[in-house]
Nanobody, 118 residues
Framework: VQLQASGGGSVQVGGSLNLSCAAS????????LGWFRQAPGKQREFVAT???????DYADSMKGRFTISRDGTPYTVHLEMSNLKPEDTAVYYC?????????????WGQGTLVTVSS
């Protein structure tokens, strides 16, 4: 599974950014898509996921500020981020849970950098 993310960049505190990710390859099925992030010097952490039936889940610190969604394009996920804070600065990784060519597991994108400055 290849995961292509787009939409990272720099924004000022309180601003907004939208991330998108598209999964491709020999996908058998998808169970969930989502985003994780890793700030400098910190471990990778959960941001938000959305299940194959559209059920979203968020980390507590993202609730009310981030919205994860899918559109009609297969295996595509979007993350709308608003009211961004300096602590949101991180590399954001797209994540896919499912099966490809019989291999069930997690698949990760290369990451896109989000920088929030004051």
């Amino acid at each position: 599974v290849q995961l292509q993310a787009s939409g990272g960049g720099s924004v000022q505190v309180g601003g907004s950014l939208n991330l998108s990710c598209a999964a491709s390859g020999s996908i058998d099925y998808m169970r969930a898509l989502g985003w994780f992030r890793q700030a400098p010097g910190k471990q990778r952490e959960f941001v938000a996921t959305i299940s194959d039936n559209g059920y979203p889940d968020y980390a507590d610190s993202m609730k009310g500020r981030f919205t994860i969604s899918r559109d009609g394009t297969p295996y595509t996920v979007h993350l709308e981020m608003s009211n961004l804070k300096p602590e949101d600065t991180a590399v954001y990784y797209c994540w896919f849970l499912g099966s490809a060519q019989g291999a069930v597991g997690d698949y990760w994108g290369q990451g896109t950098l989000v920088t929030v400055s004051s």
